[in-house]
T-cell receptor, first 112, second 114 residues
């Protein structure tokens, strides 16, 4: 089955720093999604990308759908303590209906 | 608050117990999902229901039995589980079962099997 390689697995940064994480796959995806999961909660959708090359922002977050459709990245600018959590990428294939393939997650720690 | 609630939030059970997890969505969605989230592993899709009909069973052992009595409620019945089944079980819903539909997740049930 499809696999997503998400990196880095964890990041420790200072408040105010910018953050970048990415996902790559050997498969071509039609949709890329980025979720954030806070401790004790379920994942919450941050950004959805539907077209190759698409660059979308949501506040301090920016994500891009790679031109090859095999990768995506998420940037967080000027990080704040509440950015702490696990960030997941997920991809969807047109042929797989609603099935999401998830990356393993990036654990982000922001030091004040 | 995503509009998807799950109960209980925490559950500890023995291997011989029978328990059920409940999920309810207040979003008017027609598709519901069960996922398993284990430490250091990607979320694993277990079951998909669309319009109360099971459309996917992702090779899940029979000790997990889903039930979808209507489009707003989803259950996961558990019996004779194993310690390796300990995980966070997440429910999600989407408007339909289409790949463009956003899936909204509940907070999960943290299950521990002794």
């Amino acid at each position: 089955g499809q696999q997503l390689n998400q990196s880095p697995q964890s990041m420790f940064i200072q408040e105010g720093e910018d953050v970048s994480m990415n996902c790559t796959s050997s498969s071509i995806f039609n949709t890329w999604l980025w979720y954030k999961q806070d401790p004790g909660e379920g994942p919450v959708l941050l950004i959805a990308l539907y077209k190759a090359g698409e660059l979308t922002s949501n506040g301090r977050l920016t994500a891009q759908f790679g031109i090859t459709r095999k990768d995506s990245f998420l940037n967080i600018s000027a990080s704040i303590p509440s950015d702490v959590g696990i960030y997941f990428c997920a991809g969807q294939l047109l042929s797989s209906g609603s099935r999401l393939t998830f990356g393993e997650g990036t654990q982000l720690t922001v030091n004040p | 608050e995503t509009g998807v609630t799950q109960t209980p939030r925490h559950l500890v059970m023995g291997m011989t117990n029978k328990k059920s997890l409940k999920c309810e969505q207040h979003l008017g969605h027609n598709a519901m999902y069960w996922y398993k989230q284990s430490a250091k592993k990607p979320l694993e899709l277990m079951f998909v229901y669309s319009l109360e009909e099971r459309v996917e069973n992702n090779s899940v052992p029979s000790r997990f039995s889903p039930e979808c009595p209507n489009s707003s409620h989803l259950f996961l019945h558990l019996h004779t589980l194993q310690p390796e089944d300990s995980a966070l079980y997440l429910c999600a819903s989407s408007l339909a079962g289409d790949y463009t539909d956003t899936q909204y997740f509940g907070p999960g049930t943290r299950l521990t099997v002794l």
